[in-house]
Structures are given as structure tokens and as C-alpha cells.
């Protein structure tokens, strides 16, 4: 694994290939990874390869926050595609040998991938409709007597307006001696519109509404 030696042209033409199906050396955005690479790179790519002249003019653009950028770094040789020699071995130097390997680097490595994994999860669970709870009420409204003008306290009710509130369909509902109440459907979006509410907007026509009862009360 490597790119091999990339202060020859040889090094940079494999790191324009790997380029050419990525934005950078790991995941979706600059890191320690990209930074390790780039120190690497001793002069701009030539303008034929494109890829990589992309890229180093774009991580050259973070070089006030390098440090900043997520990540541990890593040798060289961890970096790039399999199959390549890594230029960067220096054979039997046993300073460059970790024998307890480096879990640091590991757990660092670890934590951002599960990072970007909950982030693009968060990403897709903010995309979902939510769901919006709903009921159907049934309302029972009556007049003082037989001499309310039940088509005006009918307009009246109608007239409660508010957001998550749909009325619908009504019927005139004999009580007793002559007396009629309205009986009212609506529909409300219950984080919105409660049964209180209604009462206390209803109740205000207090010219035409004696009582207001709920008759019917169904989640939807």
C-alpha cells in the first residue's frame, strides 16, 4: 500500500489515478490523512494530472489549519492503493518498527468513521416526513333556547379559525321543547388544537352558545 515516491512523476501518476474516483486520501472530507500526503508532495502536480493538481491546490488552501483538520495522521505507506510499493520504507530500521502497533491511531480512526456513519444517518432520518398526530372530534353545541338563531350560531362556530383546525360536516340535532343543538365534526392536529381550546373560542359567542360538549373524541 502506498503511492509510491512522490517527488517523481511516477509517485504523482498513481496519486492522480486515485484521485481521479475520490475528493480525498480518506472519507468525504479533509483530514490528517490528506495533510500527511500532501507534506509529501514537494512541488505542484504538472497540469496533466489533473486529479492530483485538483486536490493539492484545494488541501494547499487549508494550510493555515492543517492542524485542525480531523484525524491522526499516519506513515505514508498506510495511505493510497493496495499493490504499491511503499517508498517510504526504510527496509531494516528498526525505529520505524511499532511492535505494540498504535491504538490511538486506531480508536481515532474508529471514532471518526463511526462519526460520519451517524452522520449521514441523522442526514437520511432528517429527510423522512414526520408524523403528524391527528384526531376527529365531535362537538355538541347548544343555543340559550328555541329562539337562537342556530344558522348564526352555526357561522359563528365556523369562524373559530386556526392553524391544524378543519371543520367539517354539521347537523341539527333536536334536544327538547322545541330546542335543536349543533352537532359539528373537526378534525385537529393534536399538538396544535386541544378540546379546551375549542371550548374557550366556542363559549366567547356568548350571545348564541349556552354549553359546548364533547360528543366524540377518536385518534386518527
Known amino acids: 500500500m502506498g503511492f509510491g515516491d512522490l517527488k517523481a512523476a511516477s509517485g504523482i501518476k498513481v496519486l492522480n489515478d486515485f484521485l481521479s474516483e475520490r475528493s480525498y486520501i480518506e472519507g468525504y472530507v479533509p483530514s490528517q490523512a490528506d495533510v500527511a500526503v500532501f ?3 514537494s512541488s505542484p502536480p504538472t497540469a496533466d494530472m489533473c486529479h492530483a493538481l485538483r486536490w493539492y491546490n484545494h488541501i494547499k488552501s487549508y494550510n493555515n489549519q ?5 484525524g491522526v495522521k499516519k506513515p505514508l505507506g498506510q495511505y493510497g492503493p493496495a499493490g504499491v ?3 517510504t520504507s526504510g527496509g531494516d530500521d528498526d525505529d ?3 511492535l505494540f502497533g498504535s491504538d490511538e491511531e486506531e480508536d481515532a480512526e474508529t471514532t471518526r468513521l463511526k462519526e460520519e456513519r ?3 444517518y441523522a ?3 432528517s429527510k423522512k416526513p414526520t408524523l403528524i398526530a391527528k384526531s376527529s372530534i365531535l362537538l355538541d353545541v347548544k343555543p340559550w333556547d328555541d329562539e337562537t338563531d342556530m344558522s348564526k350560531l352555526e357561522e359563528c362556530v365556523r369562524s373559530v379559525q ?3 383546525l378543519v371543520w367539517g360536516q354539521s347537523k341539527l340535532v333536536p334536544v327538547g321543547y322545541g330546542i335543536k343543538k349543533l352537532q359539528i365534526g373537526c ?3 393534536d399538538d396544535k388544537v386541544g378540546t379546551d381550546l375549542l371550548e374557550e373560542h366556542i363559549l366567547a359567542f356568548e350571545d348564541f352558545v349556552q354549553s359546548m360538549d364533547v360528543a366524540a373524541f377518536n385518534k386518527i
Open 123 to 125: 442526514a437520511r432520518k
Open 187 to 189: 378534525v385537529v392536529e
Open 162 to 164: 386556526m392553524d391544524g
Open 39 to 41: 507534506e509529501s508532495v
Open 85 to 87: 510499493a511503499d517508498a
Open 118 to 120: 451517524l452522520a449521514e
Open 96 to 98: 520505524d518498527i511499532d
Open 66 to 70: 492543517k492542524s485542525s483538520l480531523p
